[in-house]
């Protein structure tokens, strides 16, 4: 009990020192024996240990334990009852936005975390801006050779000239937006979603899309199953079994490219370490592991460099690969997304 | 338990102090119960009115969404009750009636499937299941069918999933209340000149229905909070409560919504509970 007290005392000094006098903190910060990095988990998780956790031990001599999985009421759950054990955490799809407006996580300490060469779209104040994924459409090979695949929406709608079933993700993200550049709004008009107009578009390939898939292996699967012949994912998991063989390749034409986020919950333990871990994430080398095993490259401008030439092409940040891609409207997403859930789930549950 | 009460006229010290012995060896269950459950269970009814308004139970109550979405959850409830009290029924009573080894056996295959993840059985029901999947295959490959059959990615897979879940849940129950039924009321029937229909529709079946009845709340309630499986095997068009839920806690933090929609599931379930209890224990003293 007294070796407790006196540890959590030694802790709240080390955040007094932390927050208000960063010229003192640096060295005075004390180091606790482990910090907790929450993640997606699976093959993430064992990256993140070969490249940013290890990275982290070597240089300050903490150990990193890793959690998962991602979970938004959780971190809700724990900010609120003041028993925060994640240092860091990533935030998943578009939660990040509204994690900051809920104030659930810590401000950044950009003196720590040097953003200075990160594109000023994504430095924020409290969102640590961690890699770059993609919603693209993918399509099996031997039923589309040669570059007869559909390319873009317009023509995965086109169950004439592309027949085969289809699978779509069994939520409003991305799907909204797809049936608007499938009815031909033009990409950077797709903000604000005009609902009506998309739903209007989904109902008439409604009956062609067997699968509206939840989890993301599930794509991938339907594909190599011949479940599907076209279906919507996430570009690393296509990266992944077309590696590993699979007949299938992505068409990045009207993908939607997402910023994958991490930050520190609000109360966080050991604030100073977890800007630290965070700074130790933008390190260029590793995010080039990281995207060449997972194809989500971090935003560091000099990350491609470190890149294989023959990764490149399958990296959503890869400058032709980009200007195919829109981005996803996160503030729409965060303003509107509960009532188009809503609207989806009524979607979904009428018949035929 | 009536020799127990004899014992407490003549010599009633040893048994109240083995009451309390119990009692106090039954204290740690029920403070876990009261804490972690009891507790929890409160602070959530209170979230679902903490606006200080029925609010969020009008939503509930008014929005088409949840009203068919509850009752296609029931509905899939039922259905997966009903097809697991026909299957499990005659495997109870084989299971009663057999060999030691196939006792053994049966049970072990009926055990099996709990050392399994849910999530890794519904992956294999995807594989079995699918357009290209084994049993498609194998019909088409016999020249009995031309197009697929739509076994998965609607109503029946995920009914064929739970089902596969839920078995175990219904076989044992029933199994126990079989094995306490005296074989010589039976015998005594059949010696009497009962045929073998009627000695197990008079005597097996209503000794059997406080098991039947254990066993269909529990798939039934336990089938109404179903989630993953019907997620997967549903491929998106069907929905249950639980998925609702779930997305209003997870994704839009909605925890008073969330919770009001909760509680509805709980009067729900405790109301189909008391009307099972009242149907199967209505016929039990019918039969006795």
């Known amino acids: 009990m007294t070796f407790r007290i006196t540890r959590r005392a030694a802790l709240g000094a080390g955040l007094a020192a932390a927050l208000p006098l960063p010229a003192i903190a640096q060295g005075a910060v004390a180091k606790p024996d482990r910090i907790v990095v929450n993640a997606s988990g699976g093959a993430m998780a064992n990256l993140f240990r070969r490249t940013y956790n290890a990275e982290f031990e070597k240089r300050h001599g903490i150990r990193v334990v890793d959690t998962s999985p991602v979970d938004f009421g959780k971190l809700r759950a724990m900010v609120e009852s003041g028993n925060v054990e994640w240092t860091v955490t990533e935030l998943g799809g578009q939660d990040f936005v509204r994690a900051k407006q809920m104030n659930l996580l810590e401000p950044l300490d950009l003196s720590i975390i040097d953003l200075s060469r990160y594109p000023a779209a994504v430095r924020d104040s409290h969102i640590f801006p961690s890699s770059v994924y993609s919603t693209v459409m993918a399509f099996r090979t031997d039923v589309f050779p040669n570059g007869t695949h559909p390319k873009g929406w317009a023509e995965f709608w086109d169950v004439r000239r592309f027949p085969g079933p289809r699978s779509l993700r069994n939520h409003p993200v991305d799907n909204l937006e797809f049936a608007l550049l499938a009815d031909g709004v033009a990409m950077d008009k797709i903000y604000p979603i005009d609902m009506d107009r998309a739903f209007a578009k989904l109902d008439q390939l409604r009956q062609h899309v067997t699968v509206w898939w939840t989890t993301g292996a599930q794509p991938a699967q339907l594909l190599v199953d011949r479940e599907v012949v076209l279906a919507s994912g996430w570009n690393g998991r296509f990266y992944d079994i077309a590696r590993r063989g699979a007949p299938v390749a992505v068409e990045w034409q009207g993908g939607c490219a997402k910023q994958n986020a991490f930050g520190i919950p609000r109360g966080a333990r050991h604030t100073h370490w977890a800007n630290q871990f965070l700074q130790v994430m933008t390190t260029p080398q590793l995010q080039a592991v990281y995207a060449t095993e997972l194809a989500y490259p971090g935003l560091h401008p000099d990350t491609l460099n470190f890149v294989e030439e023959s990764v490149k092409p399958h990296l959503p940040t890869t400058p032709a690969n980009l200007e195919k891609q829109f981005w996803l409207g996160v503030d729409w997403w965060t303003d509107n997304g509960q009532r188009a859930q809503e609207a989806w789930n009524r979607w979904m549950l009428r018949r035929g | ?288």
């Open chain 2, 1 to 288: 338990m009536p020799a127990a009460r004899v014992a407490t006229s003549v010599r009633p010290d040893p048994v109240r102090a083995r009451e309390r012995t119990l009692l106090l060896l039954a204290t740690p269950a029920l403070l876990v119960i009261g804490v972690l459950f009891v507790w929890p269970l409160l602070r959530l009814l209170s979230m679902s009115v903490a606006d200080g308004t029925l609010v969020q139970f009008e939503k509930a109550a008014l929005d088409v969404l949840y009203v068919t979405v509850l009752w296609e959850s029931i509905e899939i409830g039922l259905i997966v009750t009903v097809i697991c009290l026909l299957l499990a029924y005659p495997v109870a009573m084989w299971l009663v009636q057999t060999s030691r080894f196939g006792f053994i056996l049966g049970m072990f295959f009926l055990l099996l499937p709990f050392w399994t993840s849910v999530l890794v059985r519904t992956y294999a029901w995807m594989v079995l299941l699918g357009r290209s999947g084994v049993i498609n295959r194998a019909l088409r490959d016999l020249g009995w069918i031309d197009a697929p059959l739509p076994l998965l990615h609607n109503r029946l897979g995920v009914l064929i999933g739970i089902v596969h879940v839920m078995l175990p849940y219904m076989v044992i129950p029933i199994y126990a209340a079989l094995l306490r039924i005296d074989p010589d009321l039976r015998r005594a029937a059949e010696g009497l000149g009962a045929p073998a229909w009627r000695a197990f529709a008079r005597i097996t079946l209503p000794l059997s229905l406080p098991g039947v009845f254990a066993g269909c709340a529990l798939v039934f309630v336990i089938t109404l909070g179903f989630f993953i499986t019907p997620a997967l095997l549903g491929g998106g068009r069907v929905m249950m409560i639980s998925m609702l839920i779930e997305q209003q806690v997870r994704e839009f933090l909605d925890w008073n919504f969330a919770a009001a929609l909760a509680t509805v599931l709980l009067v729900v379930t405790l109301a189909v509970y008391a009307m099972l209890g009242r149907l199967t224990g209505g016929a039990g003293h019918a039969g006795r």
